[in-house]
């Protein structure tokens, strides 16, 4: 039989002491969430006779995913990115802000900075004859349908090998990132080159968690997006390619099926042979509604840590070039 020592007013008044609940200095708020989650574990481990064993062995294994900076990529896989986006729809339909295209998951591989460009940008600083030509485009809309011109719209995805810039150094830094400020018409364009779909790497700390899930760690193709203007809610997004393998079946549960695009592949394409493509081209077209809001905090993108988000592009790409 298992030892059952939860409820015991010992470890009660344990839980309160690591909590800090009987010293004056720190958080409140910070002591409660402490408390709340420590004792979730604990009970855990008596509900589960989690053995010492066990315990040191998720201990080696947390101590992996920090060392490989995978706390990251397996937040996704365990459903926190997309439970905390429940949680902005759920506030949202309360405080009746309604309409927008659907937010999704960010994902931990932006990086700020991208370059800047008015209407049209292309993205494709490094060649990849593996991956199809893309014209991507769109139009940003308020939900009366007005177009909303000079809207901030920033993209990035990976390449045909499923490796993003900067994080793979093989790389130029800003390939396939830009940032493009919409027209008068609130329309958007970029040539780029069709992304690959991946998976987190084999054997590393979050490829072992899944596994032991009976789970995958595979994500379909798709774009990142920020999109953002003055008297609007900031939208979060990324767009799923329709006809991936795992379009509905992607293991960071950021599908959604408003934001599921069939690309239309064409043997030529008019305004990407004004820009050197004479070929076949895949269109993808991507149309954005964003929802008015009067609130300051909510036109701006949350606070998490981002790549050269905190310092200059410049120090951090000369320190990473090192690596």
Not at 20 to 29: C, E, I, L, P, S
Not at 145 to 167: D, M, Q, T
């Amino acid at each position: 039989m298992s030892v059952k020592i939860f409820n015991t007013p010992e470890v009660q008044d344990f839980l309160k002491t690591v909590a800090g609940f009987d010293q004056a200095g720190g958080n409140d708020r910070g002591k409660q969430i402490i408390h709340r989650i420590l004792s979730d574990l604990y009970r855990t481990i008596d509900d589960f006779d989690i053995n010492a064993d066990e315990y040191w062995a998720t201990v080696s294994m947390l101590n992996a995913l920090g060392q490989a900076s995978q706390f990251g990529l397996l937040s996704p896989g365990l459903g926190f990115d997309h439970y905390v986006d429940m949680r902005m729809d759920a506030a949202d339909l309360e405080a009746q802000r309604t309409g927008g295209t659907p937010r999704t998951i960010e994902g931990p591989l932006y990086v700020a900075g991208a370059p800047e460009s008015q209407g049209f940008a292309r993205m494709d600083d490094d060649p990849d004859t593996a991956g199809d030509t893309m014209w991507l485009h769109g139009q940003v809309r308020d939900t009366a349908g007005n177009p909303i011109a000079g809207a901030k719209v920033e993209i990035w995805h990976c390449n045909s090998l499923g490796r993003y810039s900067f994080f793979d150094q093989s790389q130029t830094p800003y390939n396939l990132r830009r940032t493009i400020i919409a027209d008068k018409d609130g329309r958007y364009s970029a040539l780029s080159v069709i992304p690959s779909g991946y998976g987190v790497p084999e054997g590393a700390p979050t490829d072992q968690i899944l596994k032991m899930l009976g789970r995958h760690g595979e994500r379909p193709a798709h774009i990142h997006y920020f999109v953002s203007a003055p008297g609007q809610q900031h939208l979060t997004t990324q767009i799923n390619l329709a006809g991936d393998k795992y379009t509905y079946d992607d293991f960071a549960f950021a599908t959604r099926e408003e934001l599921v695009v069939e690309g239309q592949r064409l043997a030529q394409h008019a305004e990407a042979k004004k820009h050197g493509v004479d070929g076949p081209v895949t269109e993808v077209v991507f149309d954005i509604e964003l929802s008015p809001t009067d609130a300051d905090e909510l036109q701006e993108r949350h606070k998490r840590a981002r790549a050269l988000e905190s310092e200059s592009a410049e120090s951090q790409l000369a320190a990473t070039a090192t690596v």
